[in-house]
């Protein structure tokens, strides 16, 4: 298999990640097999970082805390197992991997992101 029909096959698959940044909330909405039942579990936090652009191996970490308890999880972009992926929120930072944030506390996470607003039409 060459470069090309990997590159082909890698974009006839959607990008359920497309175009949110770091810094933004989102919910990921995973589908879990457990025995012969299927369900779907959501994963909310928020965007650290994202590797590889939209080669085969891209991913995408996101980071919640949960009981006081920093969880990370890295998604690969083309996983066939995340049903959908929602914005909660999205925020601006200045940074492309937010790794810095692992050490801070909410309220100073809350400092260091400022929330887009949506202008409404006039």
Not at 23 to 39: A, M, N, P
Not at 53 to 65: M, Y
Not at 81 to 107: C, F, G, Q, W
């Amino acid at each position: 298999m060459n470069s090309l029909s990997v590159f082909q096959s890698n974009n006839a698959r959607p990008d359920k990640f497309e175009g949110m940044r770091s810094g933004w909330t989102v919910k990921v909405f995973q589908k879990i097999k457990e025995g012969e039942k299927t369900r779907v579990q959501a994963f909310e936090g928020m965007i650290i970082s994202r590797k590889h652009n939209k080669e085969g191996g891209a991913t995408v970490t996101v980071r919640k805390v949960s009981g006081g308890i920093g969880v990370e999880k890295t998604f690969p972009i083309y996983l066939p197992t995340v049903d959908k992926v929602e914005v909660i929120k999205k925020a601006k930072v200045r940074r492309a991997k937010l790794y810095y944030l692992k050490e801070k506390s909410a309220r100073e996470i809350r400092k260091k992101t400022k929330v887009q607003t949506e202008k409404a039409a006039s």
